[in-house]
């Protein structure tokens, strides 16, 4: 299983940008998935999660500017960020648990990430 990341580049303060990870591999589900960020010299933190049905959950940092959305048929899924900030510029990454047989083995995976720079 392989977790691709992209869509990260340079962006001026106000604009905006739209993340994407598609999972391959031998994936039997996935029943959510979570983005994460990394800045130089702090610790990686979590930026928005969504599960089951569609629930989501954001850092209270990005509430308002960023929306996570999946398209389950492509096993991928989606940050678009609004409104970027300077503090927003970080490594991106995507996680997800995926069950990998009818059994319910399940491991965690994580995209390779992709650099958001917020910058003018």
């Known amino acids: 299983v392989q977790l691709q990341a992209s869509g990260g580049g340079l962006v001026q303060p106000g604009g905006s940008l739209r993340l994407s990870c598609a999972a391959s591999?031998?994936?039997?589900?996935?029943?959510?998935m979570g983005w994460y960020r990394q800045a130089p010299g702090k610790q990686r933190e979590l930026v928005a999660t969504?599960?089951?049905?569609?629930?989501?959950n954001y850092a209270d940092s990005v509430k308002g500017r960023f929306t996570v959305s999946r398209d389950n048929a492509k096993n991928t899924w989606y940050l678009q960020m609004n409104s970027l900030k300077p503090e927003d510029t970080a490594v991106y990454y995507c996680n997800a648990p995926v069950v990998v047989t009818p059994k319910g083995n399940e491991y965690d995976y994580w995209g390779q990430g992709t650099q958001v720079t917020v910058s003018s």
């Open positions: 969504i599960v089951g049905g569609g629930i989501t």
């Open positions: 591999g031998s994936i039997f589900s996935i029943n959510g």
